[in-house]
């Protein structure tokens, strides 16, 4: 297995998929001639030319409905968004075409598209690109939302996505595109839907999603090395649909949840995951479930404002101490 | 046009004509529920330009008032009727409803709702045609009022840079809803609007379907033939309210007099009587028959089907899961 960058996962899965099918295409601001503002698409117009690597003007709203209609007849575009800020501004078509052409047209259409956009806080970026959106886009029937943690699932998920007749919106991360780790060599698919545990533990279930995987393993080790807490770490990386069944394997043995995001709490993916918990294992919990969110400001550019708005590992240790009543 | 295809046309927009007014009644008896857009006045536009293109092959795309269009391209009267009864027979299996006719064996896109969405849809399908080398076209059917989104114009620039294989038909009714156009549109005229994305533009009489099927014949030739896009605009007019609870205060007795004196249908039956090519008695014995097939035929089918089951609410929401196996689990490869 070799290791490499977040965004060159990314963009080994776009040639790969490229160099089988003719109708993949991809599309966005600036990744055809520029390889794209994070590198997911570098080299690909040179290899696949401008009718498949399209540098799209900025007009987000049509770009995206562009490539879904394209998808209509069988295309596969992956539609790459600068920055999940500017997804608004698409909304329209993603939600009103997209997520509902299947329904509307009683199966007649589909359409099997992907949509990648990094989200989340980075360095001092201000309030209008630091938005996590993951919340509006889980709430969409129609969709997939799928968020990769690491650079095998940033890999396996999109290889999924485009060859899955859904749409499917892909949540990146600004600051994991140069993060590295293990990919496999050969070709691999990573499941759209599921959970995975990335670190097992018998006292409390950390549950999270890109980021925030990182943080709550972090929160694991110091619990287990300073307080003998043994933390088990739950990777939601299908946000849409969430894995029921594993949120309840996980919170049936541990007896204890707490739920981290980087997302605002006022309807977070951590509110669907506590109501998951109250539908699915009340019984089974030896404490309420606990969320931790990130302050419901908008985000603000001095830098130690901006720290105290977003969560880190040690906000997950003291939430877990106070569930054990040592804090 | 061909002798032949007038007589057929003439007969097709009297269905046309007769099922939306048989709509009208099932909306007041409340066989049919929602919003409700019909067509009449506005026949010679869609009828028109599907004559100069090729229905069925051809892909076409439009908003809410989409019922013609559809039967246009080869849907069934049967299965749209039903699909505004919300029966699992209708062409979207009582999922859709009036807004949202689907054929997609007859390449029929679809209606959709939201005011100027289709643009870019329209031009994604051009974009597919284009990457898959077929001679289909594209075909985008809107309203005036549309031209105001925002997607109007991003599409537009797009399907120029591109060279996309498109051809926009505004159908300009003078209204978006009650309000008229020069209330909201600095510029009337829309294909002025146009020459801006250096897209070839014309304007012309959409009652007169003759005229139409010329203008159209041109468009769709240009587009074919790989010139890239083409924007016509008809001008024309919608004879009921917008939708149904409408009183149409915002325009004059008289202005619909007027326009219905170029009625799109008496135009072209009175211009065959002239020709010599029918009577008035056969044009009468028309509707009768026509009349006769959209009760017996159309609305009964649609009465006689039966409801979608709620069992299968959830179906057509995500593809078939049989299907996606590998890629929902992972087991692929
Ligand atoms: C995005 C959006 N905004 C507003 C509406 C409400 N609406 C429905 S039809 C319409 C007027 C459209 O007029 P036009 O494009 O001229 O088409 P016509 O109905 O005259 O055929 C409006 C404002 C909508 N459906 N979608
Ligand atoms: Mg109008």
């Known amino acids: ?235 939601l990386y299908s946000l849409a649909p969430l894995d029921r069944a594993g949120i309840r394997q996980s919170v049936a043995k541990t007896h204890r949840a707490v739920v981290v995001g980087e997302d605002e709490a006022p309807v977070s993916v951590a509110s669907e995951v506590i109501a998951i918990l109250n539908e699915e294992c009340f019984f089974d919990l030896d404490a309420a479930p606990v969320r931790i969110n990130s302050a419901n400001v908008p985000q603000p550019y001095n830098h130690t404002l901006e720290m105290a708005t977003i969560p880190n590992h040690e906000s997950v240790v003291r939430a877990v101490l106070k569930l054990f009543g040592k804090a | 046009m061909k002798l032949e295809d007038k007589k057929r046309v003439l007969r097709e927009m009297v269905v046309h004509r007769r099922f939306e007014e048989r709509c009208y009644q099932a909306y007041i008896e409340r066989k049919i529920g929602g919003f409700l857009h019909l067509y009449p006045g506005q026949e010679a536009c869609c009828n028109g330009v599907m004559e100069a293109a090729r229905p069925g092959y051809d892909y076409v795309i439009t908003g809410y008032r989409d019922h013609v269009h559809a039967i ?132 012309c009489d959409g009652q007169d379907i003759e005229k139409v099927y010329e203008a159209a014949k041109l468009a769709v030739n240009h587009v074919r033939s790989g010139k890239g896009p083409y924007f016509l605009e008809l001008m024309t007019y919608r004879y009921r309210g917008h939708s149904m609870s409408d009183a149409r205060g915002y325009r004059t007795r008289e202005e619909e007099e007027e326009w219905k004196q170029r009625d799109p249908i008496y135009l072209l039956r009175d211009r065959l009587i002239a020709e010599k090519a029918m009577t008035m008695a056969d044009y009468e014995a028309l509707e009768k028959e026509v009349d006769h097939y959209i009760e017996h035929e159309v609305v009964k089918f649609a009465e006689e089907s039966p409801e979608p089951r709620v069992e299968e609410l959830e179906k057509y929401v995500l593809a078939e899961r049989a299907t996606q196996m590998p890629w929902l689990t992972g087991q692929a490869a």
């Not at chain 1, 297995?1 to 601001?29: F, K, N, Q, S, T």
């Not at chain 1, 949540?171 to 595109?177: A, C, G, I, P």
């Not at chain 2, 039903?82 to 209606?111: C, N, P, V, W």
Request: proline residues 4%.
């Open chain 1, 1 to 235: 297995m070799a290791e490499m960058m977040y965004w060159e996962a990314i963009r080994r899965a776009h040639d790969e998929e490229m160099a089988r099918d003719p109708l993949v295409i991809c599309m966005g601001e600036d990744i055809g001639v520029a390889g794209g503002t994070y590198k997911a698409t570098k080299g690909l117009f040179e290899k696949y030319g401008p009718l498949r690597v399209m540098d799209t003007p900025i007009s987000e709203n049509s770009y995206t409905g562009l490539g879904i209609g394209a998808s209509f007849l069988g295309v596969r575009p992956i539609i790459e968004i600068m920055s999940v800020n500017f997804a608004w501004l698409a909304m329209d078509q993603m939600f009103n075409s997209a997520a509902k052409v299947r329904y509307m047209s009683g199966g007649q259409l589909t359409a099997p598209v992907v949509f990648r956009s990094p989200g989340g806080t980075a360095h001092q970026l201000g309030a209008q690109h630091s938005a996590r959106m993951e919340k509006v886009f889980m709430g969409i029937a129609g969709l997939r939302v799928v968020t990769p943690s690491n650079p095998r699932q940033a890999y396996g998920l999109l290889k999924s996505a485009v060859r899955c007749d859904d749409p499917v919106f892909i949540n990146e991360h600004e600051l994991m595109y140069n993060m590295k780790g293990p990919v496999p060599d050969a070709e691999y698919f990573h499941p759209l839907e599921g959970s995975e545990i990335t670190r097992s533990g018998t006292d409390v279930t950390l549950l999270g999603y890109n980021i925030s995987v990182h943080w709550n393993l972090k929160a694991a080790e110091i619990l287990d090395k300073q307080y003998g807490i043994s933390a088990e770490v739950v990777d």
């Open chain 2, 72 to 203: 246009k391209c080869g849907a069934d009267p049967k299965a749209v009727m039903a699909e505004l009864y919300g029966k699992e027979t209708g062409s979207s299996k009582g999922r859709g409803g009036s807004m949202h006719i689907f054929d997609a064996q007859h390449h029929f896109m679809g209606g959709y709702a939201l005011v100027g969405g289709p643009f870019p849809l329209a031009a994604g399908i051009a974009k597919a045609i284009q990457l898959k080398g077929g001679d289909e076209i594209a075909i985008c059917f809107l309203g005036d009022a549309a031209n105001n989104q925002g997607t109007f114009h991003e599409t537009l620039n797009m399907a120029a840079l591109w060279k996309l294989p498109v051809l926009f038909v505004c159908e300009n009714n003078l209204y978006g809803i009650g309000t008229a156009i020069e209330r909201s549109t600095a510029v009337v005229h829309q294909h002025k609007r146009v020459c801006g994305y250096g897209i070839e533009a014309a304007e």
